[in-house]
């Protein structure tokens, strides 16, 4: 696992973008995986950027999102389609047909779960899949104690996740308590993990993560068994990293043989 920590959001944003950009200059067909939340929001403003300044191409992109909350259509303005909307899909040229978000609406969620991992390897599998981390080390909604095997289907989000995502809503008792994700296994078929992380509030989630042992507690630690994962962070996120010196040098060291 590649850690990568930069000076602030801006830095970390657009060295994950430029792993994205790299993928689409050699690959226009690519699969992306996409993450909702907050971290991956100024990645995809530089994706918009590299897109309507230097020609970035979207037009054969096929793209995968790993979650949806249970209830809400695709046009509330809460909803994880929405978002993937108005942050990136509306500003890139990026067919939405090829742009897949889980459907929270279905009338039957394990028919859709199935349908949703079959389109995925009918497409011929996820290039680079982009990450978060939840504050409770969660990816996509893939909670405590979810199996480091599991595939798409419904979850139930706990509580610290719901007060987590209650500020996006009136009130938290108006956050979805179900979601439909996909799995952790699902995610480590990707053949490449890009995850950003950034803020103070994450620093315990990504230490536990990166540093920390694997286990179903810190679903992102099952990162840890893919070969080719590269973390973004900002310097709050890495605060509480044992190995940062480590890190940072070995990302001097890449830089001074470019
Ligand atoms: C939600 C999403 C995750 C995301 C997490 C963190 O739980 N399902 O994919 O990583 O929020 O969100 P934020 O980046 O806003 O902290």
């Known amino acids: 696992m590649d850690v990568v920590i930069c000076k602030d959001y801006a830095a970390m944003s657009k060295a994950a973008a430029r792993v994205v950009a790299e993928l689409l200059n050699h690959k226009p067909n690519a699969v992306l995986g996409f993450a909702t939340g907050s971290s991956p929001v100024g ?13 970035l191409d979207f037009s054969k992109v096929t793209t995968f999102n790993l979650d949806e909350y249970v209830g ?3 046009d509330h303005p809460q909803s994880y389609r929405t978002f993937m909307n108005t942050n990136l899909f509306n500003h890139i040229n990026v067919p939405v ?11 039957n969620h394990a028919a859709f779960c199935a349908w949703y991992e079959k ?10 899949q982009v990450l978060g981390i939840g ?17 798409t289907r419904m979850v139930t989000l706990t509580e610290q996740t719901l007060d987590d995502n209650a500020r996006f809503f009136k009130k938290k008792s108006d956050v ?22 950034n803020g103070k509030n994450k620093a ?20 840890q068994l893919h070969p080719d994962v590269v973390v973004f962070v900002d310097e709050d996120a890495a605060s ?11 990302q001097k060291q890449a830089k001074k043989a470019d």
């Open 72 to 74: 809400l259509p695709p």
């Open 119 to 128: 389109q995925i390897v009918d497409c011929g599998g996820i290039d680079v």
């Open 240 to 250: 509480q990293l044992k190995m940062r010196d480590y890190y940072n040098w070995i």
């Open 176 to 197: 979805p308590r179900h979601a439909i994700s996909m799995g952790v296994g699902t995610i480590l078929e990707a053949r490449k993990q890009v995850m950003v992380v």
């Open 43 to 55: 990645l995809y403003k530089e994706l918009i950027r590299m897109h309507q300044e230097e020609g």
């Open 97 to 107: 047909q090829n742009t897949h978000v889980p459907s929270g609406t279905s009338a």
């Open 204 to 223: 315990p989630a990504l230490a536990a993560a990166v540093e920390g042992p694997i286990t179903s507690m810190i679903t992102a630690s099952a990162l």
């Open 135 to 151: 504050s409770d080390g969660h990816v996509a909604f893939n909670e405590p104690g979810s199996s480091l095997g599991s595939r």
